[in-house]
């Protein structure tokens, strides 16, 4: 599932506004319903976000690689429920009910999945817990960063991985000052450990100004990166790869410069180009 947004594209050295085709984010929430002692329980188990779509087969490679089931066929029935919400008209919840409570692992589920909130929302048992309790935005207009120094950063992002060269397989994050210095770098093959050891190390350095500074992802932008950087309250987020709709709805949320595609003469900004000079 895709939808068209609007954006400001800069490419051959001058601006358009263009409509852009972005893959849909939305959330997953995963219940099971097994039965344990003639009882019937039903519990949350996670939520994922993911592209709508195949919804079935997601749930039940995900059961299984976990190795929550040992067999696909301790699933009884998987349907989806809950009323069509958001602008995609969509259900978001999922029961899957197994044959009986020796073809689940409930102690796993408790240990691993009720209490994990390692990548910002997954994990968390309940689509309440999406919400983002932030009163402050940060600067709608700080820092100004050029187009330069934009297609620059993910260059700079390269050159400095100590890993990439070698395995072609890890994503990094770096922080920037608004004049395209790096000032920091991670990286992890997960695009969220590495965000989340950049901001880990920009906090004990105590490196963090927002108002002077951005971030470059390698990769795509989801919704967990824009909270994650959201949470640092720097307003600037650059990714070489293409934003998801999610993403571009929060960032827009709290006034952040989301910017996606960049490639050594192009780039999109797809919310608040405030922060962007244009001249």
Request: contains cysteine; proline residues 3%; glycine residues 6%.
């Amino acid at each position: 599932m895709n939808s068209k947004y609007k954006v400001l594209k800069f490419s051959s050295e001058k601006f358009e506004n263009i409509e852009d085709l972005v893959s849909i984010e939305e959330p997953l929430e995963i219940s099971l319903k097994f039965k344990d002692k003639n009882k019937w329980i039903t519990q949350n188990l996670s939520i994922t976000m993911r592209t709508p779509g195949h919804d079935e087969d997601l749930v039940r490679g995900f059961l299984f690689n976990e190795q929550i089931i040992q067999n696909i066929e301790h699933i009884n029935s998987i349907e989806s429920y809950g009323e069509k919400v958001g602008q995609y008209n969509i259900q978001n919840k999922i029961l899957v009910t197994l044959n009986n409570s020796d073809n689940v692992n409930i102690s796993k589920i408790k240990r691993e999945f009720l209490t994990n909130s390692s990548c910002g929302v997954c994990g968390k048992s309940s689509l309440d817990a999406l919400e983002i309790i932030k009163k402050n935005k940060p600067s709608s207009t700080e820092p100004k960063i050029s187009k330069e120094t934009i297609v620059q950063s993910p260059n700079a992002l390269r050159k400095s991985q100590s890993e990439f060269s070698k395995t072609g397989g890890i994503h990094a994050s770096g922080l920037f000052s608004s004049e395209g210095k790096l000032i920091t770098v991670r990286e992890d093959v997960g695009r969220h450990n590495a965000l989340d050891k950049l901001i880990g190390s920009i906090l004990k350095e105590n490196k963090l100004n927002p108002e002077t500074q951005f971030i470059t992802c390698s990769g795509r932008l989801n919704f967990e990166l824009v909270q994650k950087v959201l949470m640092t309250n720097i307003g600037i987020m650059v990714g070489v790869g293409a934003p998801t709709s999610l993403a571009i709805d929060l960032a827009n949320k709290f006034d952040i410069t989301l910017i996606g595609f960049v490639k050594s003469d192009s780039f999109n900004i797809y919310t608040n180009n405030k922060k962007v000079i244009v001249e």
